[in-house]
């Protein structure tokens, strides 16, 4: 009989017993990779924005308070900038009150220079730039909610009931956030002059981002932009894109650092569970184990047959938790609500390798030690055992 018919054989001795860990390894597996996935949001975030050459103004006073439109002129004329465009959260619902998407309204100019990632084609962005009420879509909205090019959508504004109709004209590329939701600003500020009783569209800018002409020029373009709007009703407080992304994720530390500590424990669970019933299985074969090194059987093997049982439960329980946590990050849309403009909680792969790798390494170790404990014990002993 080879190694692994032996191993596979001994996992049905307790069959209730092997499922109930391998159960509940899977579950403490899945905890650990959703909320290490959202404890990985902020490095992720950073890492994408690590050579950027944007840069972030916003109002000092904080993210609740906008800018002037007419900064826009202003800031174009400063050195080392390349392109400038004023951005917009503008909150809205589409179906239903709960239907909501991160909805932004762009300056039309500059936008593929500021955004190359975005990959527009060259056909939308005509009809973009041509179109008053066009709109881009991140592709998984399309296929959410069915839409195709030419299709009109109309949107109602959360904060400041306005109703938008737009005509989407294209398709963003598969680096855009997946639910980002893109269309012309001038078409927003011409609804608003239709409501006079709502907020002024010209200190609505929540945002401008503009592209530097070089990572050097960034500190100098950060301290002419700041100082140009010193001491005037609407300060600025301009950043790099990761500084402003850290900056943006700072209200969530607390709920990042609760998660890693949970993780954390989550895996003393896990390393308890198996440790515990690897302990159980190897005591109950005392006799056994003494048979098979009477007949002829080493020490290292026996001990890496009940070190590979523990190891195959735990890579069980691991890969179907890593795979049940992964499914469902990437088919629900977890943490919209917490996350914002983010979009969902997605699991990296690199999350998964963490989540099989330390379920291998506890597997290995809480089944080495009674392992190697048990075949260090003379064979009379173990056969005198009850």
Request: hydrophobic letters at 50%; proline letters at 5%.
């Amino acid at each position: 009989m080879d190694f692994a018919r032996i191993i596979f054989r001994d996992l049905t001795r307790n069959l209730r017993r092997t499922i109930m860990t391998i159960t509940s390894i899977a579950v403490s597996l899945f905890v650990f990779c959703a909320l290490m996935s959202f404890a990985k949001v902020p490095d992720q975030l950073r890492a994408n924005a690590n050579n950027s050459v944007r840069l972030v103004c916003r109002n000092k006073a904080g993210l609740g308070h906008g800018l002037p439109q007419a900064y826009t002129p202003k800031i174009r004329a400063l050195p080392h900038i390349v392109a400038i465009s004023a951005w917009n959260f503008f909150g809205s619902r589409y179906r239903r009150p709960d239907d909501t998407f991160p909805t932004i309204d762009v300056d039309v100019q500059d936008i593929e220079v500021i955004w190359p990632e975005w990959q527009i084609q060259p056909a939308a962005l005509a009809a973009f730039r041509t179109i008053r009420r066009a709109a881009l879509v991140a592709p998984k909205l399309m296929r959410r909610y069915g839409w195709h090019v030419g299709d009109e959508v109309a949107l109602f504004g959360i904060q400041d009931l306005i109703p938008v109709t737009t005509q989407i004209v294209g398709v963003l590329g598969p680096k855009v956030p997946e639910d980002y939701f893109i269309f012309r600003r001038d078409y927003l500020v011409e609804m608003y002059r239709h409501f006079p009783h709502r907020v002024q569209p010209e200190y609505d800018v929540d945002f401008y981002w503009i592209k530097a002409d070089s990572v050097s020029s960034i500190p100098s373009i950060i301290a002419e932009v700041d100082e140009t709007f010193a001491n005037s009703s609407y300060e600025t407080m301009t950043d790099s894109e990761v500084g402003f992304i850290t900056s943006f994720m700072s209200s969530l530390n607390m709920l990042f650092a609760v998660a890693k500590v949970i993780c954390v424990i989550v895996l003393i669970t896990m390393t308890l569970v198996a440790a515990n019933t690897a302990a159980m299985s190897v005591r109950e074969r005392q006799r056994e184990v003494a048979v098979m090194r009477a007949i002829g059987f080493g020490r290292q093997r026996v001990a890496g047959i009940l070190i590979g049982e523990s190891l195959t439960i735990a890579l069980i329980g691991g890969i179907v938790g890593c795979l049940a946590a992964y499914t469902m990050l990437w088919t629900a849309d977890i943490g919209r609500e917490i996350m914002g403009p983010i979009g969902a909680i997605r699991m990296p792969l690199i999350v998964a390798l963490y989540g099989i790798g330390g379920s291998a390494m506890i597997g290995f170790a809480s089944g080495a030690i009674p392992a190697v404990q048990m075949v260090r014990r003379n064979i009379v002993d173990l056969l005198r055992s009850n």
